[in-house]
């Protein structure tokens, strides 16, 4: 692509995140500009481009972070739309998750609680189908990432000040 000229055909304007399927697929979210999601196939070659900016199913404003999870779903924070929406893998709206204000990142815990960060700054912990089952500030500022290690704790990434942050899980 190339720099402020959004173009399905390119396909990227500015790239937010990627995923990985369990097949190798690699999802793309195409956050800035574009406000769509990329499928590869795991030797590079485009299969699908979904959304457009807009407000309804399967429309974008910054789709900021994607995470393919254990069900083979495609969940999307969905930024500036204040929600995730989950997908298929061949990028049909199954569900939508609110009550989040600018989710930034999503991440899947091997027991399949997901993981949502957003601009309150908040954590919010979710069961596979979507219910609330938690929340908390675990840090000052806008926690921008969020990912796991094997033994459970949970590392967030905060932009300002500039930060990582282990949050340990106690046995």
Not at 47 to 70: M, Y
């Amino acid at each position: 692509g190339h720099r402020h000229m959004p173009s399905f055909q390119a396909p990227f304007n500015h790239p937010t995140s990627t995923a990985v399927g369990a097949n190798g697929d690699v999802y793309i979210a195409d956050g800035y500009g574009n406000s769509t999601i990329h499928r590869f196939s795991a030797k590079g070659k485009l299969i699908k481009t979904w959304g457009r900016p807009g407000t309804g199913p399967g429309e974008f404003s910054t789709p900021h972070a994607v995470w393919v999870d254990k069900s083979k779903r495609v969940l999307v924070a969905d930024r500036e739309n204040n929600r995730v929406q989950i997908f298929d893998p061949e990028g049909t709206c199954l569900d939508e998750w609110g009550d989040f204000y600018h989710p930034m990142d999503i991440y899947e815990d091997k027991q399949g609680l997901i993981y949502v960060t957003d601009q309150t700054p908040r954590l919010s912990v979710m069961s596979s189908e979507g219910d609330l089952i938690g929340r908390c500030r675990p840090v000052l500022n806008t926690p921008h990432g969020v990912w796991g290690n094997t033994r459970g704790d949970l590392f967030l990434a905060e932009m300002a000040p500039t930060s990582i942050t282990k949050l340990k899980l106690l046995n």
